[in-house]
């Protein structure tokens, strides 16, 4: 488990400047295949090998981000799940992001463990 996955997300205030940099890369170490665009938001594609699994991590992930209080971008499509985070409240990243990143990554490895 990754440490950003044992952190929760606290609640971000307006005016908090968005992470830049060095912060940004030392988090972004700590991922596996998020990108970072444009120093804003976090994307990543997850692959299943059908529709109904590509759902199942949707509701999954959804149930996540309610418990974290933080919600990413989500588009699904057959067999494909695209993945937006950023904080809306500062436009930008914030460490909030990167743990939700890594406890979504979580949720994927524990539906492939379940195939």
Request: proline share 4%.
């Amino acid at each position: 488990m990754s440490n950003l996955a044992a952190k929760h997300c606290v609640p971000c205030h307006k005016g908090i400047p968005p992470l830049k940099g060095s912060a940004l890369a030392a988090l972004t170490g700590q991922l596996s295949f998020w990108r970072v665009v444009e120093e804003h938001h976090l994307l990543k594609t997850f692959l299943f090998p059908d529709f109904a699994q590509a759902l199942e991590f949707v509701n999954r992930t959804g149930a996540v981000a309610e418990q974290e209080g933080h919600h990413p971008d989500l588009c699904l499509s057959w067999g494909k799940v695209d993945v937006k985070i950023f904080t809306h409240k500062i436009n930008g990243l914030s460490e909030n992001d990167f743990i939700l990143a890594a406890k979504i990554d979580e949720v994927h490895v524990e539906l492939l463990r379940a195939q």
